[in-house]
């Protein structure tokens, strides 16, 4: 029996044009959508484009097929019709059949592993001047989950990072601290050296700033004084001694480099996420470079006058775009080539790239993806630029350079906090252990988290609340967790937690509308992880979750499980609760967010 209600009104409708009107229709002109919540039904049928067929009025299409499913499809109890959308509503045993079948599959809803095409997944891309904030935790959260939801897909993926640990962004770091760091490093200062690296980023902007206030206040344009500031000066002298390998220079940035390194890696365990490969821009702009080199001779790019190499791109509806500046330096663009190229020829295989990067450079995607086309990759055409909206607080923007932005870890840390005075005040885990209450914390703290900055589309800016976050109802994490505690709970009283599932042999007539309700809940969640990964888009996930944790939430409080007396209804009561917590459990996994067993 077939447990796809596509599959089943699919070939139902065609048998039914067979029949009823002489006609051979093939899939793809049958228009099936969900049911919208004001009318009854299970699956909709659209019937206006079946008219031209039945030579009938979209109601009498509609009301003669209906017939037609009720007297030949065993599955199909009912259905309505409302002007030119058949309504169909399935059979009881149909979903209790569907439930004997979902309890078997213990990843319900999952393809099989590495039957779909390779994908590589890039995400966090820091620049090493500075540590993580608000902003890239978005970026990691998101990148990180659709990589799960596309392995949860059958794709092979392979995750991975760009580090952006060469420029003028980093000089800038490098020459305050030599200018006014007196020799301070993580182990004198006690900070994580990410941060250490991140307040001389800030402490050149404060003395740039002021240079260029000097040289104004002395006949100096704001455009002059822009470019002719001392420190500024130094920090270009250093990027040209560093690309020509001045040892000073290299071992200077080696070391401060390092200092970041260890901190990303706090930040990136305590955040639960990893990576397969990185890849470092110092290694992929020489690569870059040569590509670019060789597009000038094969007539891709040009040289200008003054040495610097350019594309145009007008003909694609772009701009110009330079690839090398006059003097011969990499910039952004130089070794994203080297970086795309590179990855090719590592895994031949590979299908697609997809870039997790901030909406800010769509353009520069865009620009990206035709170089490398005209480069001569065909890949490029499966390039995919995962862009997002930007994170704010209520305080506004952040800025980096100012020194004003959310430090990643700070608000991590700030999530536990919160998740503890919440825990606390509502008395959710009283009579815990105080090491128990701390993972816990943890837990709940990164949940909500996770869950607040993935809930919306990626698309879309959003405003980040941490005390909206955690909170216990609505659609926050720890309300999900909480539901699946309560499955938990539920399942280690029946003493069921470590049994396979049985099979079920229930009466269609014991089932009442709070189970078909959450076991239709559980039936989409293949559909809707499949559209997850279609999209890229963890929201699907998110909304998913919190959809099935309330339908399951209201069948709980209504509904007695293990005091129920019918055995046969008892038992589907627990299926409802084990297959609901497993799906739980998995759909926010995929997310990066654990469930706790206790709350």
């Given at each position: 029996?077939?447990?796809?209600?596509?599959?089943?009104?699919?070939?139902?409708?065609?048998?039914?044009?067979?029949?009823?009107?002489?006609?051979?229709?093939?899939?793809?002109?049958?228009?099936?959508?969900?049911?919208?919540?004001?009318?009854?039904?299970?699956?909709?049928?659209?019937?206006?484009?079946?008219?031209?067929?039945?030579?009938?009025?979209?109601?009498?299409?509609?009301?003669?097929?209906?017939?037609?499913?009720?007297?030949?499809?065993?599955?199909?109890?009912?259905?309505?019709?409302?002007?030119?959308?058949?309504?169909?509503?399935?059979?009881?045993?149909?979903?209790?059949?569907?439930?004997?079948?979902?309890?078997?599959?213990?990843?319900?809803?999952?393809?099989?592993?590495?039957?779909?095409?390779?994908?590589?997944?890039?995400?966090?891309?820091?620049?090493?001047?500075?540590?993580?904030?608000?902003?890239?935790?978005?970026?990691?959260?998101?990148?990180?989950?659709?990589?799960?939801?596309?392995?949860?897909?059958?794709?092979?993926?392979?995750?991975?990072q760009i580090i952006n640990d060469r420029g003028i962004h980093i000089c800038k770091s490098m020459v305050a601290w030599q200018q006014f760091g007196n020799g301070e490093t993580p182990q004198l200062s006690g900070l994580k050296g990410d941060k250490?690296?991140?307040?001389?980023?800030?402490?050149?902007?404060?003395?740039?700033?002021?240079?260029?206030?000097?040289?104004?206040?002395?006949?100096?344009?704001?455009?002059?004084?822009?470019?002719?500031?001392?420190?500024?000066?130094?920090?270009?002298?250093?990027?040209?001694?560093?690309?020509?390998?001045?040892?000073?220079?290299?071992?200077?940035?080696?070391?401060?480099?390092?200092?970041?390194?260890?901190?990303?890696?706090?930040?990136?365990?305590?955040?639960?996420?990893?990576?397969?490969?990185?890849?470092?821009?110092?290694?992929?702009?020489?690569?870059?470079?040569?590509?670019?080199?060789?597009?000038?001779?094969?007539?891709?790019f040009f040289q200008k006058d003054d040495s610097s190499i350019w594309i145009d791109l007008t003909a694609d509806g772009l701009d110009e775009k330079a690839l090398l500046r006059k003097d011969g330096t990499a910039m952004y663009i130089t070794q994203?080539?080297?970086?795309?190229?590179?990855?090719?020829?590592?895994?031949?295989?590979?299908?697609?790239?997809?870039?997790?990067?901030?909406?800010?450079?769509?353009?520069?995607?865009?620009?990206?993806?035709?170089?490398?086309?005209?480069?001569?990759?065909?890949?490029?055409?499966?390039?995919?630029?995962?862009?997002?909206?930007?994170?704010?607080?209520?305080?506004?923007?952040?800025?980096?350079?100012?020194?004003?932005?959310?430090?990643?870890?700070?608000?991590?840390?700030?999530?536990?906090?919160?998740?503890?005075?919440?825990?606390?005040?509502?008395?959710?885990?009283?009579?815990?252990?105080?090491?128990?209450?701390?993972?816990?914390?943890?837990?709940?703290?990164?949940?909500?988290?996770?869950?607040?900055?993935?809930?919306?589309?990626?698309?879309?800016?959003?405003?980040?609340?941490?005390?909206?976050?955690?909170?216990?109802?609505?659609?926050?994490?720890?309300?999900?967790?909480?539901?699946?505690?309560?499955?938990?709970?539920?399942?280690?009283?029946?003493?069921?937690?470590?049994?396979?599932?049985?099979?079920?042999?229930?009466?269609?007539?014991?089932?009442?509308?709070?189970?078909?309700?959450?076991?239709?809940?559980?039936?989409?969640?293949?559909?809707?992880?499949?559209?997850?990964?279609?999209?890229?888009?963890?929201?699907?996930?998110?909304?998913?979750?919190?959809?099935?944790?309330?339908?399951?939430?209201?069948?709980?409080?209504?509904?007695?499980?293990?005091?129920?007396?019918?055995?046969?209804?008892?038992?589907?009561?627990?299926?409802?609760?084990q297959k609901t917590g497993l799906v739980i459990k998995q759909a926010m996994q995929l997310l990066g967010a654990d469930m706790p067993e206790r709350m």
């Open positions: 029996m077939s447990f796809s209600t596509e599959n089943i009104i699919t070939s139902a409708t065609q048998q039914a044009c067979k029949e009823l009107f002489n006609a051979d229709i093939n899939a793809a002109q049958i228009q099936l959508q969900q049911t919208r919540k004001e009318f009854e039904g299970d699956t909709t049928l659209v019937v206006f484009p079946l008219t031209k067929i039945s030579k009938l009025g979209p109601e009498a299409t509609g009301e003669a097929i209906g017939n037609y499913f009720v007297q030949h499809v065993p599955q199909v109890q009912s259905f309505n019709v409302v002007k030119g959308f058949l309504n169909i509503t399935l059979t009881t045993e149909f979903w209790i059949s569907f439930m004997n079948q979902c309890l078997m599959q213990e990843n319900f809803g999952f393809a099989q592993p590495n039957t779909a095409p390779h994908i590589m997944v890039e995400y966090a891309s820091p620049n090493t001047n500075k540590p993580l904030h608000l902003g890239h935790l978005r970026n990691i959260f998101l990148g990180y989950s659709v990589a799960e939801i596309l392995k949860a897909n059958g794709h092979k993926v392979t995750k991975v250490l690296v991140g307040k001389y980023y800030v402490e050149f902007d404060k003395h740039y700033k002021q240079q260029q206030k000097e040289l104004i206040a002395q006949g100096k344009t704001e455009e002059e004084a822009t470019k002719l500031a001392p420190i500024m000066l130094d920090a270009q002298d250093m990027l040209r001694k560093w690309e020509a390998r001045d040892e000073q220079v290299y071992t200077l940035w080696k070391t401060m480099n390092g200092w970041v390194y260890d901190g990303f890696e706090v930040s990136y365990k305590k955040m639960g996420v990893n990576f397969d490969k990185l890849y470092y821009e110092s290694d992929t702009y020489l690569l870059g470079k040569e590509e670019v080199e060789k597009g000038v001779k094969s007539g891709a994203d080539i080297g970086t795309a190229v590179l990855r090719f020829r590592e895994y031949p295989d590979l299908a697609s790239q997809i870039y997790t990067v901030g909406n800010e450079q769509d353009y520069h995607f865009k620009v990206l993806f035709k170089i490398l086309k005209k480069l001569g990759f065909a890949q490029a055409d499966n390039c995919f630029h995962l862009s997002y909206g930007m994170v704010e607080l209520p305080e506004g923007k952040m800025k980096s350079r100012e020194g004003t932005v959310v430090d990643a870890d700070d608000i991590m840390d700030e999530m536990k906090v919160v998740a503890c005075e919440v825990a606390t005040e509502q008395g959710k885990l009283d009579g815990l252990e105080a090491a128990e209450k701390d993972s816990l914390y943890e837990k709940v703290g990164m949940c909500a988290l996770k869950y607040f900055l993935l809930r919306v589309d990626p698309k879309k800016n959003m405003l980040f609340n941490p005390k909206e976050s955690i909170d216990f109802n609505g659609s926050t994490g720890p309300f999900i967790q909480y539901t699946y505690v309560r499955t938990v709970a539920v399942l280690r009283k029946a003493g069921q937690l470590e049994n396979a599932a049985t099979t079920l042999e229930i009466e269609a007539n014991k089932v009442g509308k709070a189970e078909l309700e959450v076991i239709k809940k559980i039936y989409e969640w293949p559909a809707v992880l499949k559209d997850a990964g279609i999209n890229y888009n963890p929201a699907a996930i998110a909304h998913y979750s919190y959809e099935l944790a309330r339908q399951f939430n209201s069948f709980y409080h209504d509904n007695p499980i293990l005091r129920e007396e019918n055995e046969q209804l008892r038992k589907l009561r627990i299926a409802i609760t």
